[in-house]
């Protein structure tokens, strides 16, 4: 059985920082590109940021680039969304989210529709 656990989440000043994590079990983590996805109240679930599954490529939404940094750890089986300078708008739940093993391009990830497994989600919650 997959499962996806994210933690992390929480209640944060606009300007601060917050790590969530997202431990994966049932499947074999380093053959599955990875990506993180939040949702809004009233709103769709946007792409936010990916991670191809062993060289480390990464692509972000243009609302979160040069903020939020995903990043994996093979051994652990876990990858991270690291979120800094938050702001009000990236209040949302945060669900971890895990491509097919046979996708090269973890840019396919931006789609939900190529989306296999979903976490349960996390709640961030930025005050201004």
């Known amino acids: 059985q997959v499962q996806l656990v994210e933690s992390g989440g929480g209640l944060v000043q606009a300007g601060g920082s917050l790590r969530l994590s997202c431990a994966v079990s049932?499947?074999?983590?380093?053959?599955?590109?990875m990506a993180w996805f939040r949702q809004a109240p009233g709103e769709e679930r946007e792409f936010v940021a990916t991670?191809?599954?062993?060289?480390?490529?990464?692509y972000y939404a243009s609302s979160v680039k040069g903020r939020f940094i995903i990043s994996r750890d093979n051994f652990k089986n876990t990858v991270y969304l690291q979120m800094n300078s938050l702001k009000p708008a990236d209040t949302a739940v945060y669900y971890c989210?895990?491509?097919?093993?046979?996708?090269?391009?973890?840019?396919?990830?931006?789609?939900?529709?190529?989306?296999?497994?979903w976490g349960q989600g996390t709640q961030v919650t930025v005050s201004s």
């Open positions: 049932g499947l074999t983590f380093r053959n599955y590109p």
């Open positions: 991670i191809s599954r062993s060289d480390g490529t990464t």
């Open positions: 989210a895990a491509g097919r093993s046979y996708y090269t391009d973890p840019l396919l990830l931006r789609t939900r529709n190529n989306i296999a497994y």
